[in-house]
Structures are given as structure tokens and as C-alpha cells.
């Protein structure tokens, strides 16, 4: 699911999907920003993180209009991306009666800047590429014994949620 939604959200902002791995990537040497978000539910804890290097969050956000982004500007941008990507997931895990509580992002920036996975959690990255870098997804997820959700969606209990374009605040 998370890799479907990553698909369909940043696409429009020029990243293709390239693999994806049941490893954490390494902290990257160099500046990058990444944004910190969990979701939860009675059975069922994810924690995402999203993390790109500066250029890559520079060419996102100057997308068609050339801006010129700001460190301030690229944290935001993080930030929301990783609230839309999850409030995807958390939007279609209704139709199998699955209901998230998301938390607010956090977002760090800096040099060698990777999360660790508790031991108990599987873990996931999804790496989108683009010309002038890579940006990744990581998610980890632990489900405990005994979880449950409907097996087959029933559309309508998603309803018709309208998502938004970036904005930045």
C-alpha cells in the first residue's frame, strides 16, 4: 500500500519508482532532511520515515515554477509529504475497516541522518528516483498477534475524501 500511494504521489513531482528493499538504507554523508511520522491502531504501529538529499528536495520543490527553496522551505516540504503519503494509506485502510491515528511529523536535517528499526518491527524502503537523485521511504511496521481487518474493501466506507496539493506553511 505504501508503495502504491508513493507511486501516485510522486509521480507529479518527477520520481519514478525504482526498488524496494526489507533493509534501512545507510545514513547518508551529506545534507539531507527527513521526516519522521507514525500512525497507529489497536493491533498495529507504522512509523514512516522520508528522507531525500537537499538537491532532490530543491528540484521537488521548485517542480514547474523555478523557486528557489530555503532550508525552512525543504523541511516543510518533508514534513508534508510524509502527511500526505500516510494520510493516502490511512484513506484507503478504511475501506478494510481499518481506521490509523496519525501523528504530527518530525523533521530533522542534517549530515547522516538514517532511523533505526526496533527489533520487532519489519522494515521496508521504497527508493523514487529522480534525475538528480533518489528519495526514499522507509516504513516500519509492527503487528501484533491477534490483529484483524476486513479481507476484501468496501469502498464505501472511504467516502469521497478530496486530497490537496502541497502546501506549505
Do not use: W
Amino acid at each position: 500500500l505504501f508503495k502504491c500511494m508513493g507511486d501516485e504521489l510522486f509521480a507529479g513531482h518527477g520520481l519514478q519508482f525504482e526498488k524496494s528493499t526489507m533493509v534501512e538504507p545507510t545514513a547518508l554523508d551529506r545534507e539531507c532532511f527527513l521526516s519522521v511520522l507514525g500512525a497507529s491502531t489497536e493491533g498495529i504501529k507504522i512509523l514512516c520515515y522520508i528522507r531525500f538529499p537537499t538537491n532532490v528536495g530543491c528540484s521537488i520543490y521548485s517542480g514547474r515554477n523555478n523557486a528557489t527553496a530555503s532550508a525552512d522551505d525543504l523541511r516543510d516540504l518533508c514534513g508534508e509529504l510524509n502527511n500526505q503519503l500516510v494520510g493516502k494509506v490511512k484513506n484507503r485502510l478504511l475501506a478494510y475497516q481499518c481506521r490509523l491515528m496519525l501523528g504530527l511529523p518530525t523533521i530533522l536535517s542534517g549530515k547522516d541522518l538514517a532511523a533505526s528499526c526496533p527489533p520487532q518491527a519489519a522494515v521496508v524502503t521504497h527508493i523514487y528516483r529522480a534525475d538528480v537523485g533518489a528519495l526514499e521511504v522507509v516504513v516500519h511496521s509492527i503487528i501484533h498477534d491477534g490483529f484483524s481487518m476486513a479481507g476484501q474493501p468496501d469502498e464505501s466506507l472511504v467516502g469521497a475524501v478530496e486530497e490537496g496539493t502541497l502546501d506549505f506553511f
